[in-house]
């Protein structure tokens, strides 16, 4: 799984030109890769939004990305469907991870146990496992995965009583369930030096997350 999710591929959806709208009936098509422009933000009174007047130089500006893992995503695992494998990421997700990687900067640009033992924390306001803020758990999980090993080793995305432990030193991913988790697991990263990051999805309504788990 770790493997799956670290090597996940991309794909993106760009709008084509007017000239050439007529020939898909959409006026949108599929592209492997990454998008060559993508989208970019201003801050806004101190918050982070899209910014819609700088350029694309000349690229089709990306509609909407698209994450494949081929052995699907911690958020879905246990879904009664199956796995999910594709995560669909518009520009209000990706600004999710904007703002995430930039309140990383911050900390480790300003890293004093003493005086901030942890970067802010998030929190995103959507509606479980439906909506465009779906897929947020799940690339967040992806970026941070490809985050600076030596500023983050240890990444944990969780459901409730269940997590699953991605340590990118070992290049492996562990599932957990219970207090365990908490009490056990994560203080052993911490005990050990390992600085990560912790996930909280909450996957269906009435799971918040559990009282013992580790800040």
């Not at 899209?50 to 246990?78: C, E, F, H, I």
């Not at 300003?110 to 496992?129: K, M, Q, V, W, Y």
Request: net charge neutral; glycine share 8%; with cysteine.
């Amino acid at each position: 799984l770790y493997e799956s999710v670290y090597n996940a591929r991309w794909h993106h959806v760009v709008e084509l030109p007017d000239g050439e709208k007529q020939k898909t009936g959409t006026g949108m098509v599929v592209e492997e890769g990454e998008p060559e422009q993508s989208w970019t933000y201003k801050k806004v009174g101190g918050i982070l939004e899209k910014d819609d007047d700088v350029g694309q130089s000349g690229a089709a500006p990306p509609r909407l990305m698209v994450l494949t893992s081929d052995k699907g995503w911690p958020y879905t695992l246990n879904a009664s469907q199956g796995p999910m494998k594709d995560f669909f990421i518009n520009c209000k997700v990706d600004r999710v991870w904007q703002i995430v990687s930039s309140d990383l900067t911050e900390w480790f640009d300003n890293f004093d146990l003493s005086l901030n033992r942890s970067p802010t924390r998030c929190l995103l306001i959507g509606t479980p496992g439906i909506g465009k803020s779906m897929a947020a758990g799940s690339y967040l999980l992806y970026q941070l995965l490809h985050y600076d090993i030596k500023k983050l080793q240890v990444i944990v995305h969780c459901f409730g009583e269940k997590a699953y432990v991605f340590d990118k030193t070992a290049q492996t991913v562990t599932q957990y369930e219970g207090e365990i988790t908490s009490k056990i697991v994560v203080r052993s990263f911490w005990q050990r030096g390992m600085k990560g990051y912790i996930i909280y999805d909450v996957a269906r309504k009435g799971t918040p997350p559990d009282t013992n788990f580790a800040p």
